[in-house]
């Protein structure tokens, strides 16, 4: 039974478009990250919420909208797709800020 | 600004050959610093956590140890399947995220 799960594992688009990652955990946790992987590995950070509210929002552009309907789930939609968005993202959690993370498998998103 | 930097970027090992990763950081209030392992196509996987200076913890052949300024992963007489990236992540309560390093790729050899 895996702990955070996503999907898709992979997503292949074209400019422009808009797609949504969906991520869930049934660990119990309070805490949900979005984390970005570029092509160097350098994994940042770009979004966390405790128990549905929106905590830390780094400096991504606003194409990128998290939603959190439940503490289980945290899913990122992304509008009008651009190549520099190209990359894996991450969905983790944690009982707490400053707390373990655990990492979804991720998904691989390129845009063409 | 806090900023984790791990060295070596990547490191090949013979099988057996003990060596260790570095972890360099500055933080204005550590409150833990963390290593994780990602094998390729996977996410982070949670090894370590120290908070203070002379911490030390163990997990099999991996050792990790922690100074005021840097962490150090101890790999003794590596396998193999000890091969993956290594992930150094410092906890900033001043910003309440982590913070992550590049990381180091090791490739163990038979």
């Known amino acids: 039974d895996t702990a955070v799960s996503q999907t898709p594992k992979y997503l292949v688009t074209q400019m422009g478009n808009d797609k949504s990652i969906k991520c869930e955990q049934n660990?119990?946790?309070?805490?949900m990250y979005w984390y970005k992987q570029d092509s160097k590995k350098f994994l940042k950070i770009m979004f966390s919420?405790?128990?549905?509210?929106?905590?830390i929002n780094e400096t991504v552009p606003n194409r990128f909208s998290p939603k959190s309907p439940d503490k289980a789930h945290l899913n990122l939609h992304i509008n009008s797709l651009e190549l520099g968005d190209s990359a894996v993202y991450f969905c983790?959690?944690?009982?707490?800020?400053?707390?373990?993370?655990?990492f979804g498998s991720g998904t691989q998103l390129s845009v063409l | 600004e806090d900023q984790v930097t791990q060295s070596p970027e990547a490191l090949r090992l013979q099988e057996g050959e003990s060596s260790s990763l570095n972890c360099s950081y500055t933080?204005?209030?550590?409150?833990?610093l963390f290593w994780y392992r990602q094998d390729p196509g996977k996410g982070p996987e949670f090894l370590f956590t120290?908070?203070?200076a002379g911490e030390e913890k163990e997990k099999e052949r991996l050792k990790a140890t922690l100074t005021k300024k840097e962490s150090f992963l101890h790999i003794t007489a590596p396998k193999p399947e000890d091969s993956a990236t290594y992930l150094c992540?410092?906890?900033?309560?001043?910003?309440?995220?982590?913070?992550f390093g590049a990381g180091t790729r090791l490739a163990v050899h038979p």
């Open positions: 983790a959690s944690s009982q707490d800020f400053g707390e373990k993370l655990f």
């Open positions: 660990l119990g946790h309070d805490t």
């Open positions: 919420y405790n128990n549905k509210e929106l905590i």
């Open positions: 933080v204005s209030g550590l409150r833990g």
């Open positions: 120290l908070y203070s």
């Open positions: 992540a410092l906890f900033s309560g001043g910003y309440n995220k982590l913070i």
